[in-house]
């Protein structure tokens, strides 16, 4: 495996942005000044948010900022990758039930992701490109120099990088939501030493999200909780009860599964 380069956390946030600003001032004008009157919003949501993705992957890839390896996946970690996926799962609609009690934030990128989801090529960019670039900047690299840098400490360093992952996010409706999966995909990188298990825990969270906005007709922003239960408040507590059901044992399993690291 490559050894990794370590560099300070603002250089990494610094780039980030600037990689996301000029990739938004660019690919959209570019993109309206090649098609014209055909030039679709959907369109062009898409290519910015593929082109600074992928200029990100490449940056961090190349610069050695995120070590990727195969090591981790050649060790079969099979067990703690299904785990992730079952905690992924469970964890849905509590988050959902928490994000719901708190007071409204305004989201500032609604109109933005309505458009992206109605894409048919947004899965890609939310689902793919996010989940991946994302783990490699803010675990991978952000909480990995965390890591080296606090030695003897874990929480820190997981509670700072998940503030800064809520925080880019630059939208206040996803910020709470955002913060409390940023510290799982911290722990479970402090204990894997990987970015695998981060990647598909993003990877499934962002799939549900994007199916329930597909089949709710683009209309998830005005559907509460307790429509998806016919208005039910008994069913939808049943529901979050047997969703600890799933998530707390998949919880105690991905602790016993994974070894302490740092």
């Known amino acids: 495996m490559k050894e990794a ?53 490449v940056m961090f890839y190349r610069l050695k900022w995120c070590p990727l390896s195969p090591d981790y996946v050649r060790g079969k970690h099979w067990d703690v990758l299904f785990w992730t996926v079952v905690f992924t799962l469970g964890s849905i609609i509590p988050m959902a039930f ?33 989940p991946l670039v994302e783990e490699m900047i803010f675990r991978g690299a952000i909480l990995r120099t965390l890591l080296s840098v606090m030695k003897g400490k874990t929480w820190l360093p997981i509670v700072i990088s998940a503030f800064l ?24 990188y402090s204990r894997t030493g990987s970015i695998v298990p981060g990647v598909l825990c993003h990877w499934v969270n962002n799939t549900v999200a994007y199916l329930m906005i597909r089949l709710m007709s683009h209309q998830m922003a005005d559907v509460r909780m307790t429509d998806l239960f016919g208005g039910d408040h008994r069913r939808m507590g049943l529901a979050i009860i047997f969703s600890f059901f799933i998530l707390l044992p998949a919880l105690y399993q991905l602790v ?5 690291r740092g």
């Open 5 to 57: 380069k370590n560099k300070d956390v603002f250089t990494y946030l610094l780039w980030s942005v600037i990689i996301q600003v000029v990739a938004g001032f660019m690919i959209p004008s570019l993109y309206r000044l090649i098609a014209g009157p055909a030039a679709d919003k959907a369109t062009e949501l898409v290519l910015t948010s593929a082109v600074y993705s992928i200029v990100l992957f």
């Open 98 to 130: 928490l994000e719901e009690a708190m007071p409204e934030l305004p989201n500032l990128v609604e109109d933005e992701l309505t458009l992206l989801v109605g894409s048919n090529f947004g899965y890609v960019t939310i689902c793919l490109f996010a």
């Open 165 to 188: 992952f809520a925080l880019i996010h630059m939208n206040p409706a996803q910020m709470p939501y955002a913060f409390v999966v940023g510290i799982f995909l911290g722990w479970i």
């Open 256 to 260: 016993t599964r994974t070894a302490r």
